[in-house]
């Protein structure tokens, strides 16, 4: 895959698919985005947001956050996919960024309920670092478009770093998971087909 067409394509995504919530942009504060991009997983942004303003009402900082019951956060985002783990993740994580959080990957990956998509979002949106958080709109469209030969998320994240310019690697993710979240499969895969030889 040449370079070029791949950003050519990335821009026919952006153009395609409408402005939306964007995650990390209601919080202001780091630890804000961290734990709204732990609780996103498998969830709808819109939801995540929802729930994050009642959490992040009652609890301020993380070091709030940390020492509340589990019982408790597990009440406020029961909505949402795989609460318990979740509730779980993000009170250890909070406890342990409760005096700073970590501005690379390998701590972050130290972190409960962060891994490589986690750690990368994070660092795109907080800190403005140029990472590919790669989740599975991501791994789809670069496997249909030919940006990645690879089905593990850690070597399509490394394809894309080859292929894409360093100044567009903040966003990829934003730009293809907009793009998966606005169409069904069939009508992804009529849009894809029709950019997939652009020259």
Not at 34 to 61: G, M, P, W
Not at 95 to 110: A, C, Q, R, T
Not at 112 to 121: D, E, Q, S, T, Y
Request: charged share 30%; net charge positive; hydrophobic share 35%.
């Amino acid at each position: 895959m040449n370079s070029d067409i791949a950003v050519k394509q990335l821009k026919k995504l952006k153009k395609l698919a409408p402005e939306d919530l964007r995650l990390a942009a209601e919080w202001k504060k780091p630890w804000q985005v961290l734990i709204s991009t732990i609780l996103s997983a498998q969830s709808r942004d819109e939801h995540t947001i929802k729930v994050c303003e009642i959490l992040f009402k009652k609890y301020n900082s993380p070091e709030k956050l940390g020492n509340a019951s589990l019982r408790d956060i597990k009440r406020i985002i029961k909505s949402m996919n795989y609460y318990k783990t979740k509730a779980k993740h993000i009170k250890k994580t909070a406890k342990s960024i409760s005096k700073g959080i970590p501005d690379n990957i390998n701590d972050l990956l130290e972190l409960p309920g962060v891994g490589r998509k986690v750690a990368n979002v994070y660092l795109a949106e907080a800190h403005k670092k140029p990472a590919i958080g790669v989740d599975t709109h991501v791994s789809f469209v670069s496997q249909y478009l030919k940006w990645s030969k690879n089905k593990n998320p850690h070597k399509i994240e490394k394809d894309l770093e080859r292929l894409f310019p360093k100044g567009y690697w903040n966003s990829v993710n934003y730009i293809v998971v907009r793009f998966g979240r606005s169409y069904n499969k069939k009508k992804q895969i009529d849009i894809l087909n029709k950019i997939k030889f652009i020259n």
